[in-house]
Structure formats: structure tokens, C-alpha cells
């Protein structure tokens, strides 16, 4: 019987399934260097992203 491969649990933490099967992921940028980040910018960095459909697939295997 073939083993499947183990999760990559640092990569499987940074990513949540939505109920139609989407990733979702944080925003990078928005830890430090706030001061020369534009308010809009960091309002938007606040926000959960919908990863597209073709970079989706390369998680969905890890």
C-alpha cells in the first residue's frame, strides 16, 4: 500500500478552506514598516484574500 506524503503543517496553517473550497489566506505586508504604508494600504493588508483558481492548485497536493 503506497503512503500518500505528509502535510506541510507551517504551509497548511497559513491557508483556510472556504465552505465552496477556496483558499483563503492573509495579506503580507502588514506586520512592520507601518509608518511609510499609506492608511488605505493598511486597511486593505487588514483583509483575507481568495487565492485564483491556478495557484490553488499547487497548495491543494501539500
Known amino acids: 500500500m503506497a503512503k ?3 502535510t506541510r ?3 497548511a496553517k497559513k491557508f483556510k478552506r472556504t ?7 492573509r ?3 502588514a ?3 507601518l509608518t511609510s504604508k499609506t492608511r488605505k ?3 486593505n493588508l ?6 485564483f483558481d491556478g495557484d490553488a492548485k499547487r ?3 501539500i
Do not use: E, F, N, Q
Not at 465552505?19 to 489566506?25: A, H, P, Q, R
Not at 487588514?46 to 487565492?51: S, T, Y
Open 19 to 25: 465552505g465552496t473550497g477556496k483558499l483563503v489566506y
Open 59 to 61: 497548495y491543494t497536493s
Open 41 to 43: 494600504r493598511k486597511r
Open 31 to 33: 506586520r512592520h514598516l
Open 27 to 29: 495579506s503580507p505586508g
Open 9 to 11: 503543517k507551517s504551509v
Open 46 to 51: 487588514g483583509k483575507d484574500k481568495v487565492m
Open 4 to 6: 500518500s506524503a505528509k
